[in-house]
């Protein structure tokens, strides 16, 4: 009989689908050290394992190593009580990718020929009569 491995990525549909997989799923025994932490983490919660499969679900989009430091930074940054949210992960990862900022402009932008103001415009559009409807 042929046993075939493999790596927790390819099962991260099939979890989706079903979460309860994470609870004693071979593949899932060898996560990394991080996620096996937020793993532990999230399935003291009701619907841990809902929430584990949706961090899984950011790999194939992010890839494994920004997750991998998006939620190092959410452990680390997590309360006292030890409390990580799936949307403090996807929050850090969104910070991580996010396009650098634009360079601040040293000049700000000059107006080459103000407006003239006219008050008494207003006035006249007040007076002009309404055509009836009928």
Same mark, same amino acid.
């Given at each position: 009989?042929? #046993?075939?491995?493999?790596?927790?990525? *390819? =099962?991260? &549909?099939?979890?989706? +689908?079903?979460?309860?997989? $994470? +609870?004693?799923?071979?593949?899932?025994?060898?996560?990394?050290?991080?996620?096996? +932490? $937020?793993?532990?983490?999230? $399935?003291?919660?009701?619907?841990?394992?809902?929430?584990? /499969?949706r961090v899984l679900?950011?790999?194939?989009?992010?890839?494994?190593?920004?997750? $991998?430091?998006?939620?190092?930074?959410?452990?680390?940054?997590? &309360? &006292? #009580?030890?409390?990580? #949210?799936?949307? *403090?992960?996807?929050?850090?990862?969104?910070?991580?990718?996010?396009?650098?900022?634009? /360079?601040?402009?040293?000049? #700000?932008?000059?107006?080459?020929?103000?407006p003239i103001a006219?008050? /008494?415009? =207003?006035?006249?559009?007040?007076?002009?009569?309404?055509?009836? *409807?009928?």
């Open positions: 009989m042929v #046993s075939v491995f493999r790596g927790p990525d *390819h =099962y991260i &549909p099939l979890v989706q +689908r079903k979460p309860g997989a $994470l +609870r004693n799923g071979a593949p899932f025994t060898d996560l990394p050290e991080s996620l096996q +932490r $937020l793993r532990r983490a999230l $399935l003291r919660e009701s619907g841990g394992d809902r929430l584990m /499969a679900a950011l790999v194939p989009m992010a890839g494994l190593e920004a997750v $991998l430091v998006a939620v190092e930074l959410a452990l680390d940054g997590a &309360p &006292p #009580s030890g409390r990580v #949210s799936v949307e *403090h992960v996807i929050n850090v990862l969104a910070r991580l990718n996010a396009a650098p900022r634009p /360079a601040n402009v040293e000049t #700000s932008l000059q107006v080459l020929m103000p006219d008050t /008494a415009r =207003y006035d006249r559009l007040r007076d002009i009569q309404e055509a009836d *409807h009928a």
